[in-house]
């Protein structure tokens, strides 16, 4: 990625997070969903990240990885994908706070 892409990329996901309201607050997904949930990060995502989502066509998605990012920060990146990658938008399929339980699980590992 060139340097002026990488600088738009922050901008985007800068301008994306200032103007969503934080999902932290919201409602915890049901056990349920939350199983759910867990099967689209290690199928849908997993194809991308890796199975065990160490790493493929994307980057790691491992706590170590993460562990610099927010929360709030991966949430907007799971629901706006990033332009001019492969990561695609998952906004039509999740709500905010299931974004925000997708992100915060990755932070703390299955």
């Not at 919201?26 to 056990?31: L, R």
């Not at 066509?57 to 706006?80: C, E, H, N, S, W």
């Not at 906004?91 to 905010?96: A, H």
């Amino acid at each position: 990625m060139t340097g002026q892409a990488n600088s738009l990329l922050r901008w985007s996901l800068g301008l994306a997070l200032a103007v969503t309201p934080p999902v932290l607050s919201a409602e915890a997904p049901s056990a349920e969903r939350r199983q759910e949930l867990t099967g689209l990060l290690l199928h849908d995502c997993g194809s991308c990240h890796g199975l065990t989502l160490q790493g493929g066509l994307g980057p790691p998605l491992t706590p170590d990885r993460l562990q610099d990012k927010p929360a709030d920060f991966l949430a907007v990146t799971i629901l706006y994908g990033r332009p001019g990658t492969p990561m695609p938008p998952w906004r039509p399929f999740l709500t905010d706070a299931e974004a925000q339980w997708l992100a915060q699980t990755l932070k703390e590992g299955l």
